[in-house]
C-alpha cells in the first residue's frame, strides 16, 4: 500500500500543481485581470480555432471608413461602441454622422466621438434596412415603411417612398481589414477563459476533461489510501 | 479541440446577442408620462458637467448628449450601466429631486439578473442624492450580483443628478 500512495502521490503532484496555481488564479481573477486581458497569442487562438469574421462590410464617408467586422462596428481603427444587428447605412447630417444598424442609430461626430445611441425610445423605426440624407433630414427605409426625421432625431414621419437610390455597403480596403481583424482577434479570448479551461482540463478537449476526472479520482483514493496508512500505523 | 472553438464562438455571439427585455424602452416613457409623451430634450455633456458625471460613473460618460423627458417636476432618463461586462439599460423617473421608479429594462450579462425584481428596485423609492452625489441610503447588495447592484446605483445617482442640473439651469 506504501508503494501505492507513493506512485499515486507522484501522479497526482502534476495535477495538484496545475489545480491549484489556476485554481488560486480564479479565485483572485479581479485583482488579477484576467477576464479584461485579451489573448493576442496567435498560437493560442489557432488552438481555439478562432478566427476573425470574413466579408467585412462597410461604407466610406469623406475620408473615413465606418466598418462592420463580425458584430463590431469601427470608425476607421477606433471600434465604436457594443451595438448589435447589421450595419445598414452611413449618412452625414451637417456636423453629425449618422451611423445605422438594424434596430439603432449611433450619432457621432465628424471624428468618431459619440455624440448619442438611438433606439426605439426615441422613435427610430424598427428593421431599418437603409438611410440617406434629404437635405437637412434623415430618410429611413425601414420593414414598415419609409420614415423622415429632422436634424435632432425628435419627429419621425412616415412618407411616401422617394424615388431615391439608397446606398449599400461594400468591400473595405483590404489593407483596413487586416488591421481591424488583428484588433479583433485580440478580444475574442480572454486569459480568465484559457485558465478555467486548464483547470477543467477543457482546454485538451473531451479527453482533457476525463484526465482531470481521472486526477480527481485519484486524489480520493491517495486520501483513502493516506488515511488506512495512517489508522493502520495507529493501530 | 475544434468542438472547444464551437462552443467558445457560440458562447461570444451568444454573450454578444442575448439579452432579456423587461420593457421596452418606449413603453417605459409612454407609462411614465401616462400616455402623452412629451417631447425629449437634449443635455449636452460639457465643462464641469462630464466632471461631475465623471466622478459619479467612475468613468467618461461615453456621449456628448443625454436625452431626456420633463413634465413639470417629472422627469425620466432612459441609461445605460456596464455591470461586469454587458450594459444594463435601466429607466430612471425623478420627481421632486427624489427617485419615483427604476426597472430594469434591458439586462443582457449572464448573472446578476436579480437586480430587476421590485425587492430589490423598491429600495431606490424616493431615494435622494446628498451634496456629495451619495444617495441619502444604503442599498442592500445582492450575493452573486455585486457589480449589476453597483451599476444601477451609479445610473440612481446619475439620474438624480441630472435631474438637479436640469431643474436648475437657466
Same mark, same amino acid.
Do not use: C
Given at each position: ?32 485581470? %484576467?477576464? +479584461?486581458?485579451?489573448?493576442? +497569442? ?15 462590410? &462597410? ?7 465606418? *466598418?462592420?467586422?463580425?458584430? /463590431?462596428?469601427?470608425? =476607421?481603427?477606433?471600434?465604436?461602441? =457594443? ?43 424598427? &428593421? ?8 437637412? +433630414? ?36 483590404? *489593407? ?10 485580440? +478580444? ?13 482540463? /477543457?482546454?485538451?478537449?473531451?479527453? &482533457? ?8 479520482? %485519484? ?9 488506512? %496508512? ?6 | ?41 437634449? !443635455? ?19 456621449? !456628448? ?7 413639470? $417636476?417629472?422627469? $425620466?432618463?432612459?441609461?445605460?450601466? @456596464? ?5 444594463? @439599460? ?30 430589490? @428596485? ?33 445610473? $440612481?445617482?446619475?439620474? !438624480? ?10
Amino acid at each position: 500500500m506504501y508503494l501505492w500512495h507513493r506512485y499515486m502521490g507522484l501522479t497526482a503532484a502534476v495535477f495538484v500543481v496545475i489545480l491549484a496555481a489556476t485554481g488560486i488564479s480564479l479565485n483572485h481573477t479581479e485583482t488579477l485581470k %484576467l477576464d +479584461s486581458h485579451m489573448i493576442t +497569442s496567435g498560437t493560442l487562438l489557432d488552438w481555439y480555432g478562432i478566427t476573425a469574421p470574413k466579408n467585412p462590410v &462597410g461604407f466610406a464617408i469623406d475620408d473615413h471608413w465606418i *466598418s462592420q467586422v463580425g458584430q /463590431r462596428l469601427y470608425f =476607421d481603427e477606433h471600434e465604436l461602441q =457594443d451595438i448589435s444587428g447589421r450595419l445598414i447605412g452611413v449618412a452625414r447630417l451637417n456636423d453629425i454622422l449618422v451611423i445605422a444598424v438594424q434596430e439603432h442609430m449611433l450619432l457621432t461626430t465628424l471624428t468618431g466621438q459619440l455624440v448619442e445611441r438611438l433606439g426605439d425610445a426615441e422613435g427610430v423605426p424598427a &428593421g431599418m434596412q437603409a438611410i440617406t440624407r434629404d437635405g437637412n +433630414s434623415l430618410l429611413v427605409r425601414a420593414a414598415h415603411g419609409t420614415y423622415v426625421t429632422d436634424s435632432e432625431f425628435i419627429t419621425w414621419q412616415k412618407i411616401a417612398p422617394p424615388p431615391t437610390d439608397w446606398p449599400e455597403p461594400t468591400a473595405i480596403p483590404a *489593407s483596413l481589414y487586416q488591421r481591424l481583424a488583428q484588433q479583433y482577434l485580440g +478580444s475574442v479570448l480572454s486569459a480568465e477563459r484559457v485558465v478555467l479551461d486548464i483547470h477543467s482540463g /477543457r482546454i485538451l478537449g473531451t479527453w &482533457g476533461v476525463y484526465v482531470m476526472d481521472t486526477a480527481a479520482g %485519484l486524489f480520493i483514493l491517495l486520501a483513502a489510501a493516506g488515511i488506512w %496508512l495512517w489508522a493502520k500505523r495507529a493501530r | 479541440m475544434h468542438r472547444i472553438a464551437l462552443v467558445i464562438l457560440l458562447l461570444v455571439t451568444a454573450s454578444a446577442v442575448a439579452r432579456d427585455i423587461y420593457q421596452q424602452p418606449e413603453a417605459f416613457i409612454k407609462d411614465t408620462f401616462g400616455g402623452e409623451v412629451p417631447k425629449p430634450r437634449m !443635455l449636452w455633456i460639457n465643462g464641469d458637467l462630464n466632471m461631475d458625471i465623471r466622478d459619479i460613473l467612475g468613468h467618461e460618460p461615453g456621449v !456628448l448628449r443625454i436625452r431626456y423627458w420633463q413634465r413639470d $417636476a417629472k422627469s $425620466a432618463w432612459i441609461l445605460e450601466e @456596464t455591470g461586469k461586462e454587458k450594459p444594463i @439599460t435601466t429607466g430612471i423617473v425623478i420627481h421632486d429631486h427624489k427617485i419615483e421608479r427604476v426597472k430594469v429594462l434591458i439586462y443582457r450579462e449572464s448573472r446578476g439578473m436579480e437586480v430587476r425584481y421590485p425587492f430589490f @428596485t423598491d429600495q431606490y423609492k424616493d431615494a435622494s442624492l446628498q451634496k456629495d452625489k451619495q444617495l441619502d441610503r444604503t442599498i442592500d447588495g445582492i450575493s452573486g450580483a455585486t457589480l449589476s447592484v453597483r451599476a444601477l446605483t451609479k445610473l $440612481a445617482r446619475l439620474a !438624480l443628478y441630472l435631474h438637479h442640473h436640469i431643474d436648475v439651469s437657466p
